[in-house]
């Protein structure tokens, strides 16, 4: 994948299907759509939904990417507002 340098201590970037590219495509691009405040918020469902529309995503495709978007956006949000002195571990694996 073409993009972005690695994360500064990453050795290199991860190895991310080439299908799945246009959706982390997505959820970077609307972090910047979160409500600014004491602590990160999610992005809105009306935001995913209004870039599906943009982006020709549309019918159950536009429903399916919204819930994925949103699914992934939990994570990172579970992730960023973990307890600040607990384990750095990668928001995939925890338990």
Not at 60 to 72: E, G, I
């Amino acid at each position: 994948m073409q993009g972005r340098p690695p994360l500064e201590g990453m050795e290199e970037p991860p190895d991310i299907d080439r299908d799945l590219i246009p959706i982390w495509t997505c959820w970077h691009q609307l972090n910047g759509s979160r409500a600014v405040g004491m602590a990160a918020s999610g992005i809105p469902w009306s935001e995913v939904s209004a870039w599906c529309v943009d982006h020709g995503v549309i019918g159950d495709s536009k429903r399916r990417w919204c819930r994925l978007v949103l699914a992934m956006d939990a994570v990172a949000l579970a992730w960023w507002h973990r307890p600040k002195g607990g384990a750095d571990a990668d928001p995939g694996t925890a338990t």
